[in-house]
């Protein structure tokens, strides 16, 4: 398969992982991007910055290299979070697409600056524990490279908490918002529905019952590793 062809097929993907996001109610105005690397090309193909989703075209979607440079002319400006899809690309070799946006129930509880506990089966299907969230960046780090900064705070979690985004595929950045992975664009995207949903449960977990406790390990044991890992069962 030729080059063209390989970015012609990557860029579909990641229109039409961009595409789902509004779909899904995840969001609102042009407050979201999916993109996906191909490690061997060295390129990332990335939404272009503030287009409507109903105008994308798989065209438009931008390919950068792997300093951030776009490597099509013409081309639309890639998405302004560009930086940090690249800075959690380079740390994190597992992963091939990530998607960032602001669904309501996510963003709530990334304000809060809270990680979101384990407190049921519909969560420890998809994530291997809480999911964390970040701190909260400082003023040097929004004023100066904020987008790069907002990677490496979600790479400092990750590492503080010695965790992986294999396990736990999605992540708070403390008054921002959330960011998921996958090693497809869809998978990326059914992660940010799955998380966004798991907070909205846990919301309104905490308002039934305050004193809530975390689902057992081996109940969150169970649920995990019959969908993952060498011994998963669930599915066709």
């Not at 798991?198 to 995990?224: F, M, S, W």
Request: proline share 6%.
């Amino acid at each position: 398969m030729c080059n063209e062809t390989k970015i012609a097929e990557i860029k579909d993907r990641v229109y039409q992982a961009n595409r789902r996001l509004p779909e899904e109610g995840l969001v609102k105005l042009t407050w979201g991007n999916v993109s996906e690397i191909d490690r061997k090309l060295k390129i990332v193909v990335i939404k272009p910055s503030g287009v409507p989703y109903d105008e994308l075209k798989p065209e438009d979607m931008v390919v950068c290299d792997l300093q951030g440079k776009t490597f099509e002319k013409p081309s639309l400006k890639p998405s302004s979070d560009l930086l940090t899809h690249l800075m959690l690309y380079q740390q994190f070799k597992d992963i091939s697409a990530i998607v960032h946006t602001h669904p309501s129930h996510a963003v709530a509880w990334a304000q809060s600056g809270r990680e979101v506990p384990v407190y049921g089966t519909t969560h420890a299907d998809t994530f291997y524990g809480d999911i964390p969230c970040t701190r909260q960046l400082l003023e040097a780090e929004v004023q100066t490279e904020y987008e790069e900064n907002t990677g490496k705070v979600i790479i400092e979690c990750f590492k503080e908490k010695e965790i992986c985004p294999q396990a736990i595929p999605g992540i708070l950045v403390f008054s921002h918002g959330p960011f998921t992975f996958g090693a497809t664009p869809e998978k990326a995207v059914e992660n940010m529905i799955v998380l966004d949903e798991i907070c909205q449960l846990a919301k309104a977990t905490e308002e039934l019952n305050g004193n809530t406790v975390r689902t057992p390990q081996y109940l969150l044991d169970k649920h995990y590793y019959r969908k993952h890992g060498k011994t998963a069962y669930y599915g066709q």
